[in-house]
């Protein structure tokens, strides 16, 4: 009898051509299907709760899948991480009603951006955060950051060519917190458009070197104007939290 599992999953997204399967390229979705094929005999179809981009890691994750495998759901996890390679990992396996999405049903995520500020690149710290220098007002990046939260139409945050239907999104909060030299920031929203939390990350940081105002963000903000915000900033700082159901 066929059962549905979610799945929380873990991943480092550096080799990894993004979430979605492709044609030229190692996704997180085919390694994981290609795991389950391995272990079980069966061809699912795994379902993520997004689409991380191309460099993009994850701590949290959520997919789900639906199969006849005899394995315990619980227990499913363990004996996935046998056959699942290094880069990728599942951190807990459940069984779930035949209504959960991973994709459809999910309330919130949380993404966090990674930095430091260093003069000279740090080997230890480049395959996860995105180095910045010069001087920089935690104060103004969260300035910049409060304006961003509550309902807006976020055009000027996702990259050009992206079709969808509406660019209107809530973002519950966002926070900017500096430990040393290491700079998060954590974005919580209820959708998040192509590229929009690396380019809002991007927007923060330049509002933080001086570099663009507050007034250029509620500008973006009203008009859709990208050309306002700066560079979208490296997938390789860019990591999935969590996912909210």
Not at 43 to 58: C, E, K, L, N, Q
Not at 134 to 160: Q, V
Request: hydrophobic share 35%; aromatic share 8%; proline share 2%.
């Amino acid at each position: 009898m066929s059962m549905r599992i979610k799945l929380t999953l873990s991943y480092d997204g550096t080799s990894f051509c993004g979430w979605q399967k492709q044609k030229n390229g190692v996704s997180v979705q085919g390694t994981i299907e290609e795991a389950i094929f391995a272990l079980t005999g069966e061809r699912v179809s795994v379902i993520g709760s997004g689409r991380t981009d191309a460099g993009v890691h994850a701590k949290g994750q959520v997919a789900h899948f639906d199969t006849s495998a005899n394995i315990p759901p619980e227990k499913f996890y363990k004996a996935l991480n046998t056959v699942l390679p290094a880069a990728v990992k599942a951190m807990s396996s459940e069984k779930v009603s035949d209504k959960f999405n991973a994709n459809r049903t999910a309330k919130r995520k949380t993404y966090e951006y990674s930095l430091y500020i260093s003069d000279v690149e740090q080997p230890l710290k480049e395959r996860y955060s995105v180095r910045v220098y010069g001087n920089l007002s935690i104060e103004k990046m969260r300035s910049a950051a409060k304006i961003l939260e509550g309902e807006h139409d976020f055009k000027a945050f996702s990259a050009t060519g992206s079709s969808v239907k509406t660019t209107v999104r809530t973002i519950y909060g966002i926070s900017v917190d500096k430990s040393g030299e290491d700079i998060k920031i954590s974005v919580c929203g209820n959708g998040f458009l192509y590229n929009m939390v690396r380019i809002i990350a991007g927007a923060i940081v330049k509002a933080g070197k001086g570099e663009i105002t507050e007034r250029d963000i509620l500008k973006a903000l009203n008009t859709g104007d990208r050309t306002l915000l700066g560079e979208t900033l490296s997938a390789k700082g860019l990591c999935l939290l969590k996912v909210e159901y």
